[in-house]
Every structure is written in structure tokens, then in C-alpha cells.
């Protein structure tokens, strides 16, 4: 297999929150991990605000709150996750493995361990199979 060459194209945020392929370095993992934690986070505290929850509330109770307060909510859920393993999957590439041990992110008490953990460790230098360089897409060889 030859080795991958890079995008033509501007690198650009919809391919850094959006596109699994690819590599990504710790710092814009961490930089893009605070983003959207940031945003969500805003989104949660509106929802507090918003939502009549008591911790007497019966959960059927508190998931009709939490979807009248906010119906967009379970559509950002979905995004962030989308976001995430994004993010997961072009760090896993980084340092040269396979995106699909990023299913650790839906295993609960390992999820937080496993992006901290990739956060931490750095990726490979130079090419690899999954890209030219660390921040970097490629395009398939003709």
C-alpha cells in the first residue's frame, strides 16, 4: 500500500469536529475537547435554568422537563457524541492505530480514562498509515 499524501484542500473546522479521517496532535485535540465541552456545558446551565427539576422529581417527570426545556437537546447530544469520537478517531490515528478503539468511548468508567489517556500520549512523528503528519488529511493514492 502506498503511503497516504496529503489533502489538497484547507484544513477547516467542519474537518476537525466533523470528519474521522485524519490525524490530530494533542494540543488541538485538548483545544478542541475545551470548545465543545465549553459549548455544551452553556447548554446544560441554560437547560438547568429552564427546566422545573427537584431531586424529588420521578424520572418520566424529569425526561418530559428536560425535553419541553429544551428540544434540541437530545439533537445536541447527538452531535457532541458525533464530535467526540471524530476527535477520538483522528487521535487513535495519530499514534498510528485503528479508529475503531474508539467504541472506549461508549464503555462507561473507561470512556473518561481512554480520551484523557490519548490526550496525554504523544502521537507518532512523521507519516503513518492514516496521514502525512500529525494535523494533517490525506487523500487516497490514484
Do not use: C
Request: zero cysteines.
Amino acid at each position: 500500500m502506498s503511503a497516504p499524501v496529503p489533502h489538497p484542500g484547507p484544513q477547516s473546522l467542519v474537518w476537525l469536529f466533523f470528519n474521522p479521517i485524519g490525524r490530530i496532535s494533542r494540543e488541538p485535540y485538548w483545544l478542541s475537547f475545551a470548545l465543545v465541552w465549553t459549548f455544551f456545558a452553556i447548554a446544560i446551565t441554560v437547560w438547568l435554568r429552564d427546566a422545573q427539576i427537584t431531586p424529588d422529581t420521578p424520572l418520566p417527570e424529569a425526561m418530559t422537563s428536560f425535553i419541553e426545556a429544551n428540544p434540541l437537546m437530545p439533537i445536541m447530544l447527538i452531535v457532541f457524541q458525533w464530535v467526540e469520537l471524530a476527535l477520538v478517531i483522528k487521535r487513535l490515528q495519530d499514534r498510528g492505530l485503528t479508529g475503531f478503539l474508539a467504541i472506549f468511548v461508549f464503555v462507561p468508567g473507561i470512556n473518561l480514562a481512554f480520551i484523557v489517556g490519548l490526550g496525554l500520549i504523544p502521537g507518532q512523528d512523521g507519516p503513518n498509515a492514516y496521514g502525512p503528519g500529525p494535523n494533517s488529511r490525506w487523500k487516497r493514492p490514484t
